[in-house]
C-alpha cells in the first residue's frame, strides 16, 4: 500500500510564501505523475501542478509564474513552492500520486494540507 504524508501549510499575509512538501511511502511505481490540487469551500477541486517522473510540468493559469513544483524521484517527494500568494489562493492543498502498472491505475491522495492566505 502506498502512503502520502504532507507537510508546510499555514497561515501567510498576502504576497507571502509556503512550500508544500509530499512524501510517498510503501510500493511506488517509479514511473508516475505526482500533483497538488486544492479545493476551496464551496468549490470542487482543481489541479494546481503536477509533474511526471521524468520532469514534465504542467499548471493551471491561476498560479502560473508564482507556484513552482518539483520532486525528488530519490525520496519519492514532491513539493509546491507557492510565491506572491493571494487569499483567493485559499484551500485545503491536496497531493496526489498517479500511475498506470500493468494498465491497471493507481490513484493516491495525501490527508489535505490547508493554506490560508490573508488580505
Known amino acids: 500500500q502506498v502512503q502520502l504524508v504532507e507537510s508546510g501549510g499555514g497561515l501567510v499575509q498576502a504576497g507571502g510564501s509556503l512550500r508544500l512538501s509530499c512524501a510517498a511511502s510503501?510500493?511506488?511505481?517509479?514511473?508516475?505523475?505526482m500533483g497538488w490540487y486544492r479545493q476551496a469551500p464551496g468549490k470542487q477541486r482543481e489541479l494546481v501542478a503536477r509533474?511526471?517522473?521524468?520532469?514534465?510540468?504542467n499548471y493551471a493559469d491561476a498560479v502560473k509564474g508564482r507556484f513552482t513544483i518539483s520532486r525528488d524521484n530519490a525520496k519519492n517527494t514532491v513539493y509546491l513552492q507557492m510565491n506572491s500568494l493571494k487569499p483567493e489562493d485559499t484551500a485545503v492543498y491536496y497531493c496526489?500520486?498517479?500511475?498506470?502498472?500493468?494498465?491497471?491505475?493507481?490513484?493516491?491522495w495525501g490527508q489535505g494540507s490547508q493554506v490560508t492566505v490573508s488580505s
Open positions: 496526489n500520486l498517479y500511475y498506470r502498472k500493468y494498465s491497471i491505475p493507481y490513484d493516491y
Open positions: 510503501g510500493n511506488v511505481f517509479s514511473i508516475n505523475n
Open positions: 509533474i511526471t517522473s521524468g520532469g514534465i510540468t
